[in-house]
């Protein structure tokens, strides 16, 4: 993935004209970039770079989590760091960093210089997806099969944190006035947890659903049938008799 001439820029008179930030990143053809800047102070700044896949023997394998095997080429001085127990589930494993330009980086000088401080990038070219807490810009959500979380500014990093709930996470909200306060939205809807992701809860009244294609039968009245993403292929009434509506038991599951 990426191009000619991709990269970040930084415009500081409302985008009349722009700057290519250099320090500390990879010049070379990026892919997807995602960007997050810390509410408290502004100069914080985290940012998820997809890059290009390294020659053989440079090192950065295992460019998903941190703690993912270390290429040959990898500094040596960076040692690993110890598992540590994440709430919510999944295990923050740590890990020497790579050589991959893939990763999560942060800048502390509002981007005139970057560090890279994970290896993690879960699917960039799927989600890209990185979230500040509003109150500590040590914590730090990214969007992923399943919802990743650090504590330490990505020393360590959890992969699944809201593991009861559905996968493929693409949209994370922190409430400004809360950060205990997160909303998720992923394949399957919407969750909340109000304890910085140790617990959620699924909010099951919205009537949403992914399908991907839709069909309908010659029946009075007509069911309509549909492959939903990762949730198998269903079929239900168009209409039924009654006031509230078609109720969910009212659709059936043909095959996964």
Not at 177 to 205: C, E, K, M, Q
């Amino acid at each position: 993935a990426g191009g000619a001439g991709s990269g970040m820029f930084k415009s500081t008179d409302g985008g009349e004209t722009w700057t290519k930030l250099k320090g500390g990143v990879l010049d070379g053809q990026l892919g997807r970039i995602a960007l997050d800047v810390y509410r408290k102070r502004p100069n914080i700044l985290y940012a998820l770079i997809e890059g290009p896949t390294p020659p053989a023997g440079r090192g950065g394998r295992g460019g998903g989590a941190a703690g993912g095997e270390v290429g040959p080429g990898a500094a040596a001085a960076a040692a690993p760091a110890p598992a540590q127990e994440f709430p919510g589930g999944g295990r923050g494993g740590g890990g020497a960093l790579n050589n991959s330009p893939t990763g999560m980086y942060r800048s502390d000088d509002a981007g005139a210089t970057w560090r890279k401080v994970s290896n993690a990038n879960p699917r960039p070219m799927y989600f890209s997806q990185i979230d500040i807490d509003p109150t500590d810009p040590d914590v730090v959500y990214l969007g992923g099969v399943g919802l990743h979380q650090t504590l330490d500014g990505g020393r360590t990093m959890a992969t699944d944190v809201a593991e009861p709930i559905h996968d493929d996470v693409h949209a994370i909200w922190i409430s400004p006035a809360n950060p205990l306060h997160v909303v998720i939205g992923n394949d399957g809807g919407i969750a909340v947890s109000y304890d910085r992701a140790r617990t959620w809860a699924f909010l099951p009244n919205l009537p949403v659903g992914l399908f991907y294609h839709v069909s309908y039968d010659m029946a009075i009245p007509f069911n309509v049938c549909g492959g939903m993403q990762d949730n198998y292929n269903w079929c239900g009434p168009s209409e039924v008799r009654g006031a509230v509506g078609i109720p969910n038991y009212a659709w059936t599951t043909l095959q996964g």
